[in-house]
């Protein structure tokens, strides 16, 4: 699907620093926007476009997260990969590992582990801690093309997760 200058159009606001930020820092109200090639797209509350950030991978951004630290994580459908950015902008390496195919979503629990739906393969939500290593694989019962989005309960209990039809599922995280 593709709508303009974006493919697979990921958006999340910055919305969670409360620490005064450096010159060039994320910053609250900041729009990021996921666009092909591996980029992201960093706007001002405003509308104006502010920093490019690009994984240097051919590929679809399709999701996005911010672990408690403020560093960004875009998932690269395509390339099978998850992208760390530091909080000004600087692209600090890949994160995670073992998808099978199609990392689409991403996000953190309170304890700061990560979780990943997968559009495709195994449909498996990998849980990962916050340096990278695997610690649980999900397996749970998917529809309409796997686990592409992926959410948790505000008390952490119940993990959600839909695929590209109607129907949204549950399981334990």
Known sequence: MKKGPFSALAVVACATFTCSPAAGDFVKGEVFVGAGNGQVFVYSPTGDLLQKLSSGLSSETTGMAFD?????????????????YDVSGNKLGTFGSGFNTHP???????????????????????KFDSNGS??????????????????????????????????IRKSAP
Do not use: C, M
């Open 134 to 167: 695997l610690l649980k694989t999900i397996t749970p019962t998917s529809v309409d093309r796997g686990t592409d989005w992926i959410d948790l309960s505000a008390d952490q209990t119940t993990l959600y997760y839909a695929g590209e039809g109607p129907t």
């Open 104 to 126: 689409e979503s991403i996000l953190f629990d309170k304890s700061g582990d990560a979780f990943v739906g997968q559009a495709d393969g195994t449909h498996s939500i990998l």
């Open 68 to 84: 408690a630290s403020g560093n960004l994580y875009s998932t690269n459908f395509q390339a099978d990969a998850i992208v760390k």
